[in-house]
């Protein structure tokens, strides 16, 4: 009897930096890859494929896709820069292909619901690529620390990456320029990073409404501000909310930078009654500590974590799909996942445009997401 081998067909729209990140992820699926890929600009693509030269390269996306007939599960990445989501992310879609999108997800709300209601009519999966942090083994045992109980009654949290120089388009990839223009990227630091954020806080937390009580945005000015391009986006962006979990409400303060005058710090602590279980969530390197009272002391330990994975956090957006696509127990956020996630980053934008509480429900059809 002969067994037949399986093989993943992939298909990668962008031959940039991330496009080549998630091919070499590929390789380390456990089985077989064919990969395709397009990009209209011919030296990434020529780039891309003298490093995958197993791959099959288009110029054109719609002829990549029509090359051959769509199987149940083939996956399209997209991998370009955010004004360059949609479109792509819908002829994927319409093609009968899953698809795994690079976060931000959208430009905006609009884009994303109108992405995610495709994706229900044709039946097929949409993910993004925001789920870079989530399963790994500190992040896994924050979550189990929650839920054996130890820490009591949950009531407040706070969640603070404040960076003194790190934004997107200067410090960091400074040749991309697109990061610094909200008509490219959607917006700063909160797209940028509020993704990984949000499916960070919302994967803990396991909430069934958020309220976003109040938000702010702010630019702060450095002597190296480019004045040569469009630089319109926010690199320091705060909120506090309300996440309800169940009926109790818990108090989040919520904080990122990537360009602040004040001191650099991390903090990621979550307290309860009896306890706090404090973490670094975005360096698996860093323990996990939990504290507590012990006849009127307070006594910190370490958390047991595990061994690390052999993948890596580059490599766990598709990982995680690829497991979803197969049915497999994932980590992967997909459809009204998605939609939540990206719909608390459009909130927080408001609530600080408006100066306005706004409230996100996660519960879709009685079924809590």
């Known amino acids: 009897m002969i067994t037949e081998v399986r093989v993943l067909r992939l298909?990668?729209?962008?031959?940039?930096?991330?496009?080549?990140?998630?091919?070499?992820?590929?390789?380390?699926?456990s089985e077989p890859i064919k990969l395709r890929v397009a990009d209209?600009?011919?030296?990434?693509?020529?780039t891309f494929c003298h490093q995958f030269p197993e791959a099959i390269g288009f110029t054109d996306i719609e002829k990549m896709l029509n090359s051959e007939a769509a199987e149940d599960d083939d996956i399209v990445i997209v991998s370009t820069p955010p004004l360059a989501h949609l479109d792509p992310t819908k002829l994927s879609l319409k093609s009968g292909r899953h698809v795994l999108c690079e976060k931000p997800l959208a430009m905006n709300i609009s884009q994303a619901q109108e992405m995610t209601l495709l994706a229900e009519k044709h039946d097929r999966l949409l993910g993004c690529c925001s789920v870079?942090?989530?399963?790994?083994?500190?992040?896994?045992?924050?979550?189990?620390?929650?839920?054996?109980?130890i820490l009591g009654d949950i009531y407040h949290v706070t969640f603070v990456n404040k960076w003194e120089r790190s934004r997107s388009g200067i410090e960091y990839q400074p040749t991309s320029r697109w990061f610094l223009d909200s008509t490219k990227s959607g917006g700063g630091v909160l797209m940028d990073w509020g993704p990984y954020d949000f499916a960070t806080l919302n994967d803990i937390l396991n909430p069934n409404v958020i309220d976003i009580n109040s938000a702010w945005v702010a630019k702060p000015v450095t002597e190296i501000d480019p004045?040569?391009?469009?630089?319109?986006?926010?690199?320091?962006?705060g909120a506090s909310m309300t996440y309800i979990c169940g009926n109790h409400p818990v108090h989040v303060h919520y904080e990122r930078a990537s360009c602040a005058h004040g001191e650099e710090y991390v903090r990621a602590e979550i307290e309860g009654t009896l306890?706090?279980?404090?973490?670094?969530?975005?360096?698996?390197?860093?323990?996990?500590?939990?504290?507590?009272?012990?006849?009127?002391?307070?006594?910190?330990?370490?958390?047991?974590t595990g061994p690390r994975s052999e993948f890596t956090i580059f490599d766990n957006p598709l990982l995680h799909?690829?497991?979803?696509?197969?049915?497999?127990?994932?980590?992967?956020?997909?459809?009204?996942q998605v939609?939540?996630?990206?719909?608390?980053?459009?909130?927080?934008?408001?609530?600080?445009?408006?100066?306005?509480?706004?409230?996100?429900?996660?519960?879709?059809?009685?079924?809590?997401i």
């Open 275 to 304: 306890g706090a279980v404090r973490w670094t969530p975005f360096d698996s390197r860093q323990p996990v500590f939990r504290r507590y009272d012990k006849q009127g002391q307070i006594v910190e330990e370490n958390v047991e």
């Open 339 to 368: 939609l939540n996630n990206f719909h608390c980053i459009s909130s927080l934008y408001t609530a600080a445009k408006k100066n306005e509480k706004q409230t996100i429900n996660l519960v879709q059809k009685g079924v809590m």
């Open 321 to 336: 799909f690829y497991k979803k696509v197969r049915r497999l127990n994932s980590h992967a956020n997909v459809n009204q």
């Open 227 to 237: 004045s040569d391009t469009p630089f319109d986006v926010e690199t320091h962006v």
């Open 40 to 46: 209209t600009n011919p030296i990434a693509l020529a």
């Open 132 to 149: 870079r942090f989530k399963g790994m083994p500190h992040m896994e045992a924050v979550k189990e620390v929650i839920r054996s109980g």
């Open 11 to 29: 298909y990668i729209i962008g031959a940039g930096v991330i496009g080549r990140t998630h091919a070499e992820a590929a390789n380390k699926l």
